[in-house]
């Protein structure tokens, strides 16, 4: 199993400013995910990000408003940029083992409110 | 992309009352299918892994049966309590991504 730590837990933003996401596991995982729920709607997978490289976006979702880093095996970032009211969602962070095995482990969440 | 879908989409029980909930995806073309329950202000806790057509799992009172033919995971809990009110969610897993549903709110009230 992994315990993931994502902070801040939940932070009131102004409209146009920009939010990091920490997001720790500890222990070296393979792959990290970062997911958005927005109000009645299911997870959705923004992107996976990639350990020294470029986070792989999801359609939807583009590097310039969701930049992501993932420097080593167990820490990652998404920073929220730009933010406007569609914005205000809940952020988790994900993480597994393997790709096509075992199951996903989350954090528990930030959730973001825009003014 | 796997459209899938839950329902109902909120449920109210009395303590003790026994429920279900469903799982619908039009495809099976994936390795498992996962549930997990959300507790608000907590992370997703995984319930069950089923990776075959007609896999039942069990977990104290909460159990699931999995139909990969006709496209569907049922979630049942007998005796239910105020703790497990929580929203339960599935996911298909294809190995690269999970597709999760919206979800199942379950309120159990006391």
Not at chain 2, 20 to 36: D, M, V
Not at chain 2, 57 to 67: D, E, F, V
Request: negative net charge; contains cysteine; proline residues 5%.
């Amino acid at each position: 199993s992994a315990v993931i730590s994502q902070k801040p837990s939940r932070d009131i933003c102004q409209r146009g400013t920009s939010l990091t996401i920490q997001c720790q596991v500890d222990s070296q995982v393979t792959m990290m995910f970062w997911y958005r729920q927005q109000p009645g709607q299911s997870l959705t997978l923004i992107a996976t990000a990639n350990q020294g490289s470029e986070a792989t976006y999801e359609s939807g979702f583009v590097i310039d408003k969701f930049p992501i880093s993932r420097p080593n095996l167990t820490f990652s970032t998404l920073t929220v940029s730009n933010m406007s009211p569609e914005d205000s969602s809940i952020y988790l962070c994900s993480a597994r083992s393997g790709r096509g095995t075992g199951e996903l482990f989350f954090g528990e969440g930030s959730r973001l409110t825009v003014l | 992309i796997l459209n899938v879908e839950q329902s109902p989409q909120s449920l109210h029980v009395q303590e003790g009352d026994s429920t279900n909930f469903t799982c619908s995806f039009p495809s099976s073309n994936f390795y498992a299918l996962h549930w997990y329950r959300w507790e608000t202000a907590k992370s997703p806790e995984a319930l069950f892994v089923m990776t075959l057509n007609g896999d039942e799992k069990k977990k104290g009172r909460i159990s699931a049966t999995l139909n990969t033919k006709e496209g569907y995971s049922y979630l049942y809990i007998k005796g239910s309590q105020p703790e497990d009110s929580a929203t339960y969610l599935c996911a298909p897993d294809t190995g690269n991504q999970f597709y999760f549903g919206t979800g199942t709110s379950l309120t159990v009230i006391p």
